[in-house]
């Protein structure tokens, strides 16, 4: 069983749907929680950063952690075709406070927003 | 500010031969860290560098290398070319003194096909 595991989708919804994205993790270790949006032919950009359980919004995106359920989601409201990408779910384990860490990724669920 | 810059953008090689793929971070970031990208395992840690000492390591084949000079900018090399290794290959840019909220800059990444 991977450490992180995504739905890969493809994912199609009309233009102002909202959208849920997930992702589980089996490793309780992991503290942070970070979702990215790659466009097609570019690198990953970070869209949202967690720490704790709980909500975090940041415009039409909010990001929720449920530890124990080892679980996360993505929702994006009021969908706009320019949010057409793939997202991707990604974790860090005990941060030793030096500035080191690896990330853990999902595969990706591609999304397709219809206009 | 100019982003993270991958070169070469794409590459053929032929099983057996090494390849040297280069990546120039941010000014001012001195932690640039790889990562492999497949359809098959999505996104994985290959290393991290840090002042020109690798600081952090994934789980890959000792093929699989890379260095940093004094100007940050960070090499990677893969020797004994094989079939599984055509990938997109990554790296991404971070101060590498902060924690794991501090976001990580990608580059748009070395596709590489071996042949």
Redesign the interface.
């Known amino acids: 069983q991977k450490e992180v595991e995504q739905d890969p989708g493809p994912l199609s919804v009309p233009e102002g749907a909202i959208v849920s994205l997930n992702c589980t993790y089996s490793n309780s270790a992991f503290q942070y929680f970070m979702w990215y949006r790659q466009y097609s032919r570019k690198g990953p950009e970070l869209l949202m950063y967690t720490y704790s359980s709980g909500n975090k919004e940041d415009g039409r995106f909010t990001a929720q952690v449920d530890k124990s359920s080892k679980y996360i989601s993505l929702f994006i409201r009021d969908s706009q075709p320019s949010d057409s990408a793939t997202y991707l779910c990604a974790m860090i384990s005990a941060y030793s406070g030096a500035g080191s860490y690896q990330l853990t990724f999902g595969k990706g669920t591609k999304l397709s927003v219809i206009p | 500010k100019a982003g993270?810059t991958q070169t070469p953008r794409y590459l053929i090689k032929t099983r057996g031969q090494q390849v040297t793929l280069s990546c120039s971070p941010i000014s001012g970031h001195r932690?640039v860290?790889w990562?492999q990208q497949t359809p098959g395992?999505?996104?994985?840690?290959l290393f991290?560098y840090?002042s020109e000492t690798q600081?952090?390591k994934?789980n890959f084949p000792g093929r699989f290398s890379g260095r940093q000079f004094s100007n940050s900018r960070s090499e990677m090399n893969v020797s004994t070319l094989e079939l599984g290794d055509s990938a997109l290959y990554?790296c991404?840019s971070s101060?590498?003194?902060?924690?794991?909220?501090t976001?990580?800059?990608?580059?748009?990444?070395t596709r590489l096909t071996v042949v």
């Open positions: 993270v932690s860290s990562y395992q999505g996104l994985q840690f991290e840090f600081r952090n994934g990554l991404a101060l590498g003194d902060r924690g794991p909220g976001e990580a800059f990608f580059g748009q990444g």
